[in-house]
């Protein structure tokens, strides 16, 4: 594991409610709950900016597909 650095938030107090019985729910710690959550979102963000980039090159003409049916074609299927 890497260096650890502390991240504060503020919230309201039924915010917090929430998120510490959401956390309980899970048998996590709201430390526990709360990166997976920010974990989550950053893998959503690298999808879509692997989609993104799939579908760029793609449109250059740098990727080049082959349908399913040819490949079963092609292995005689």
Do not use: C, H, P
Request: glycine share 6%; charged share 30%; no cysteine.
């Amino acid at each position: 594991m890497g260096k650890t650095r502390m991240l504060n938030l503020r919230t309201t107090e039924e915010d917090y409610l929430a998120v510490q019985n959401l956390a309980r729910f899970q048998g996590k710690n709201i430390s526990e709950f709360v990166m997976d959550a920010i974990r989550a979102q950053i893998e959503d963000w690298e999808d879509i900016q692997a989609i993104l980039e799939y579908q760029k090159e793609k449109a250059e003409g740098k990727i080049q597909t082959v349908s399913w049916e040819n490949v079963q074609r092609e292995l005689g299927l």
